[in-house]
Nanobody, 118 residues
């Protein structure tokens, strides 16, 4: 049974910071990519940042100079440090785990709300 549990969301003023955490259980230690996606009201879910089990990171252009993704492999945990938050960062942030070798599989967390007030 694969589970992803997110935490760390909340309400913050513009310019503030938050740190999201996602703990994965029941998943492989290697050959995977974990990441964060977000969905604002009325919009599609979009990529925020990902990190592979080998440490390769990828960021959306809108966040790459403000957010940092990291992972602790032995703990199957990823973090998203979000600095200089903007109102447009508001949304539900979802953790994702994806196996990168066949057979490919993917799992989602339940989401955590991030609200940035202006």
């Amino acid at each position: 049974q694969v589970t992803l549990v997110e935490s760390g969301g909340g309400l913050v003023q513009a310019g503030g910071s938050l740190r999201l955490t996602c703990v994965a259980s029941g998943v492989m230690f290697s050959n995977n990519r974990m990441g964060w996606y977000r969905q604002a009201p009325g919009k599609q879910r979009e990529l925020v940042a990902t990190v592979t089990s080998g440490g390769t990171t990828n960021y959306a252009n809108s966040v790459e100079d403000r957010f940092t993704i990291s992972r602790d492999n032995p703990k199957n945990t990823i973090y998203l440090q979000m600095n200089n938050l903007k109102p447009e960062d508001t949304g539900v942030y979802y953790c994702n785990w994806r196996r990168t070798v066949t057979p490919v599989s993917t799992y989602w967390g339940q989401g955590t709300q991030v609200t940035v007030s202006s």
